[in-house]
């Protein structure tokens, strides 16, 4: 058999083993990703096509103050989640990382737990807890406000607290991130400092920050993507109220299309959404790359 002929079959059959993912990928991605694009540009209902408008949608957008608040209630819950739920997964992981056989299995089973809910169930335990009336968490809000607060119809309240269950139900992923990157730093490198005399602080500061700062820059990012494509929690707990405050671009983009039938408006939505999280997400991990450098 010659060279080429080898070759030429070594890439048929490259070619087949790849061919179910390229269909997949481009019948389930690509193709919905183009149809999404063109329907930005077109007064299309949700279903069926429509006529070619141009920029319009866009330049609506850029008028409606509701796709502000919207945008401002995502950047809101981005500040109310990704910084804050990375410093808890990684007291947790420093926490765990410290226990041994069973009972290290056995708590880290316990903070993974709430990941595997689905969002439905999350969001019936917390509205019960924290029902007005009835909410077993209720007392612990009357020590910090003197009454009684119903959390999830209070304008003050909202996001903070849609943050707490999500930073609740979402945190488990992020601990076993960072105890997978506290595994991988080498034992060694402790012993040598503890017989140079570092301290505690000065062996997480000297060690471990440094050599798990590339699972931390992944886990803040990943948290970015997430948080800005907010909708399950908001939509179950609050649906976007009181008075538009937890109001945010999914639920706009849903209104748009399944409720108004505007299905080249929501897609104009999707797009700049998309846009915003892509161009957030990679200035955010350069610029954390940068920082771990320094």
Avoid at 140 to 159: A, H, R
């Amino acid at each position: 058999m010659s060279k080429a002929t080898r070759r030429h079959r070594e890439i048929r059959a490259a070619m087949l083993m790849i061919a179910p993912f390229l269909f997949f990928f481009g019948a389930f991605f690509l193709y919905p990703t183009y149809k999404v694009v063109a329907l930005s540009f077109t007064d299309a209902p949700l279903i069926g096509d429509g006529t070619w408008i141009g920029l319009d949608n866009y330049r609506k957008l850029l008028d409606d103050r509701l796709f502000y608040t919207s945008l401002w209630n995502n950047f809101y819950f981005v500040l109310l989640t990704v910084v804050p739920t990375t410093v808890i997964a990684l007291l947790i992981a420093l926490v765990v990382s410290k226990l041994k056989g069973r009972m290290q299995a056995l708590v880290l089973t316990l903070f993974f737990l709430p990941y595997v809910l689905p969002v439905s169930v999350v969001t019936m335990i917390w509205s019960w807890m924290l029902d007005f009336q009835f909410g077993i968490l209720q007392p612990l809000l009357e020590l910090v406000t003197g009454k009684p607060v119903p959390v999830f119809k209070n304008p003050y309240w909202v996001m903070p607290m849609i943050a707490v269950v999500t930073i609740w139900w979402t945190n488990g992923f992020n601990v076993l991130l960072l105890i997978a990157g506290l595994r991988n730093i080498p034992a060694d490198l402790y012993e040598a400092a503890a017989l140079d005399g570092a301290t505690a602080w000065q062996r997480f500061w000297r060690v471990t920050w440094p050599l798990l700062w590339p699972v931390t820059a992944l886990v803040l990012t990943l948290q970015l993507i997430l948080q800005l494509k907010l909708f399950d929690q908001v939509y179950l707990l609050s649906n976007g109220g009181p008075f538009n405050q937890s109001y945010v671009v999914l639920m706009q983009m849903y209104r748009e299309a399944f409720q108004l039938n505007n299905g080249g408006y929501a897609s104009a939505i999707a797009m700049v959404l998309f846009m915003i999280i892509v161009i957030v997400s990679v200035l955010q991990f350069q610029l954390l790359r940068i920082g771990g450098r320094k």
